[in-house]
C-alpha cells in the first residue's frame, strides 16, 4: 500500500477523526480496505454508513455508534435501523 494511502487508512481508523472528514474520504477514496476502516469507525455519517453496509455489512453492522441507533427510542431512527438489520440479514457476508 502506498505512503498516501497508508495515511488514508490511519486517518479512517482513527477515532478523532471527524464525521466530515471520513465522509469526504468516503467519497474520494474507493479503496476497499480504507472504505472498510471507515465502516468501522464510531464517527462515520450514518448516511454514509448506510452505503457502506452493502459493500461491508460486518463492519457496518458491529460498528459502534449503531448501539447507540438500536438503543434510540426515537420513531424517526427505527426506519434506518430495521433497514440496517434487513440488508445484514439477506447479506451475511
Do not use: C, W
Not at 27 to 42: D, F, L, S, W, Y
Not at 55 to 60: F, G, L, T
Amino acid at each position: 500500500m502506498e505512503l498516501v494511502n497508508r495515511k488514508f487508512l490511519r486517518e479512517a481508523l482513527d477515532k478523532n477523526t471527524s464525521s466530515d472528514r471520513l465522509r469526504e474520504l468516503f467519497i474520494k477514496n474507493r479503496e476497499p480496505q480504507i472504505q472498510q476502516a471507515i465502516a468501522q469507525n464510531p464517527n462515520t455519517p450514518l448516511n454514509v454508513l448506510k452505503d457502506l453496509s452493502y459493500s461491508h455489512p460486518i463492519e457496518a453492522i458491529n460498528n459502534s455508534s449503531l448501539v447507540l441507533l438500536f438503543s434510540d427510542k426515537s420513531e424517526s431512527i427505527k426506519p434506518i435501523a430495521l433497514g440496517f438489520l434487513r440488508r445484514f440479514i439477506k447479506n451475511p457476508h
